[in-house]
């Protein structure tokens, strides 16, 4: 036969069988880089390369049977027509040489090349390629399915078994991962709201609550006229119902049921008919836990208690709200003055009581979140010691001087972001 065809004719053909061969190379490497969610995604949405790409990807080694099929195939005839062609132009000695150019051509052109490009291309070339292979596999069924069956039965003898895929589960943390390396087509407000819905798990309502010595509430035991002013001055509209202290609870009052109430006057009695019984929940409750909670109860407002049942704080609908949305503007739960500028500098004084994670929403900082929930708390942890006016430390990178100290707290500190040669300190 290859007397009766000419020298280009062979050489065409031979450059047809090397296209094949890259085009097996290539499509594999695509196929099996391909990011399975997204195929999923298009696959759902009616792609048709995406359905046929997911059926394939389903039994891997007959795929690869497939595609090492075509690609032996191709390469084998290739070689025979370098043959053919090396004793035509060079005799004998020219075969030598043809052969050690072709496994050179192979190698860049069919292999490194095209798998590079797959690998680079898959969304491009992976979808399209797996419609060939769907119907190249109808077409050479009996024989994929035979040497499937030799190879599956002999990794069976090393215990894998190849019908024993199933789906792909992805871990938290993987999710995470997903999530964060999104990049720019995931804007980053929305980036951030995966994220903190994905990191409820991990926190406690302890990181996010109003500490008890912080509540502002109505006292039945005080004089009216303090309870009228706390009812309409306060910048909150559900306010603890106790006797003498927070630890003598007896309801909560929501400031719009009581103006939904409508009585000719206001007194302790309505109060007391007015407020609601108070829900109760554990420290350390996770706060994906405390979303369920609210769901089932109908609640919006829980005590934070310890062991003994002591009340530690107070959590609110709203606080979860922020935790994955950010801070409402005109919540009224953070004074305006929380951080402020400095003038004419690049320090911010802040309130030392303000909740780290908040400032880090804020001011796009990276305080530490994995200690205390408080600024005071953080650098009391990290000095160990109570610091007096002009104390100067690090927090992560972060220039922190104490500005004012008071009944044995911090109130306020002056934080400076790092340069971009601060070395980090935890």
Partial sequence: MGDDLSASTLIALLVLLLLISAFFSGSETALLTLNRYRLRHKARQ??????????????PDRLISLILI???????????L????????????????ASIGLAFVIMVFTDVMPKTLGALRAETFGPPAAIVYFVLLKATLPVVWFISAISSGLLRIFGVRTDQSGPQHVTLEELRTIVTDAGTKLPRRRQRMLMSILELEDMTVDEIMIPDNELVGIDLDGEWNEIATTITTSRHSRLPVFRGSIEDLVGILYIRKLVLAGTGSLDKTVIESTMDEPFFIPEGTSLHGLLAQFQRSGQRTAFVVDEYGDIQGLVTIEDLLEEILGEFSGNGAETPDEVR???????????????????????????????????NGLILEQLETFPACG????????????????????????????????????
């Fill in 391 to 426: 104390t100067v430390l690090k927090l992560n990178g972060y220039p922190v001087e104490i500005t004012e100290t008071g009944d044995n707290v911090i109130r306020t500190v002056r934080i400076r972001p790092p340069q971009p040669d601060d070395q980090p300190e935890v």
């Fill in 46 to 59: 009616g792609h048709l390369g995406a359905r046929l790409a997911e059926r394939l990807l389903a039994r």
């Fill in 70 to 80: 075509g690609s032996n195939i191709a390469n084998t005839l290739a070689t025979a």
């Fill in 82 to 97: 370098v043959t053919m062609v090396a004793l035509r132009i060079g005799g004998p000695g020219g075969v030598a040489i």
């Fill in 341 to 375: 500028r400095e003038d004419k500098s690049d320090a911010w004084l802040v309130d030392a009581g303000i909740n780290v994670r908040a400032l880090n929403r804020r001011m796009d900082w990276h305080l530490p979140t994995d200690g205390p929930t408080t600024l």
